[in-house]
């Protein structure tokens, strides 16, 4: 079978992850990212063999630093099946009808609203009403990381309602002009947060409330998560569950995890790269059950969260496979991801 064609607008914190995923997928060949600036990002591509394309403003500015462009946007979307958009939040939407024209699949980030696509989309949660869609949005690192426990959760029993509180990273680590630097500031003040909802656009039916605070760190997130279900299940059926489960690390505090630090740390023991940890990281410990109240803490790296997730909608959207499963093994071992207690 021929190999999907794919195409990313938007070489940044998700658009150079997501292009690499592409490149190491079987069924899929990366014909190119496209970049507006011709900076550091540009060398590095160039330098990987993967073809920079340009928006045509900045072919110019590309020739005078004398970095070779393979061509336009409008040029890569003659050539691709997929394009996968990874521009910054908003941009996408701009975007769209470019995409349209060129009569290719469309794959948005989580800073789009969730009307730029037909379906939001997290594979444990909806793969099925994502099959051969158009438009996919694939949700935020928060939302992504929250659908993951739900929709787990909800395998061995109903989750009825979820309340949680996000602390956010301040930035991400190459961001110079975010913070804070020294406070602790409530996102918003006025409470409930947007994640909920954004959880909604996936899981309608859930009774959800979230509240989120900003700290000054860039490493990753932690949720501390409450979830009533609607029959009583024991913590080591909830621990059997996560263990098992795809993109899901247990950490054991007890075992000297006792916080993101420790997990990027960890992270770099293993050689991944760029400290990446697309799995959602549970604390072993954090898992509390008493009666259908079930409570955990969980670690997220919002850098790379999502890339797995993208790959998924890419074949989702191709019709590529027909369930869940087989793109999360195809995914999953092609992008070395664990699952289970670390280690
Ligand atoms: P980023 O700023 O790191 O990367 C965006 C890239 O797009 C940059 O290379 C930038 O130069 C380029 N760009 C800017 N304007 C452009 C334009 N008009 N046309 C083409 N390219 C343009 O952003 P990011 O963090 O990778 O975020 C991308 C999307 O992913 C956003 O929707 C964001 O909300 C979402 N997202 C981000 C994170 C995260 O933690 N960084 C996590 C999950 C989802």
Redesign the pocket.
Known sequence: MAKIRVGV???????KRVAEAVRLQPDMELVGV????PDY?AVYAIKHDIPVYT?KDSLEKFKEKGLEVAGTLEELLKQVDVIVD????G??AT?KPLYEKAGVKMIF????EANVAEVSFNTFCNFNEALGRKSIRVV??NTTALLRGICTLNKISRVESVRATIVRRGA?PKETKRGPINAIVPNPAKMPSHHGPDVNTVLPWLDIVTSAVVVPTTLMHVHIVYARVKDNITRDEIIETFERTPRILLASSELGLKSTADIVEYARDLGRKRYDIPELVIWLESITVKNNEVMWMQAVH??SI?VPENIDAIRAAMKAVKTAEETIEITDKTLGLLHGRIP
């Open positions: 607008n938007g070489f940044g914190t998700i658009g496209v970049k507006t600036k990002g928006i990874a521009t910054p939040g941009v996408g975007y980030q989580g800073g789009e935020s690192c991400d919002q850098e999502v």
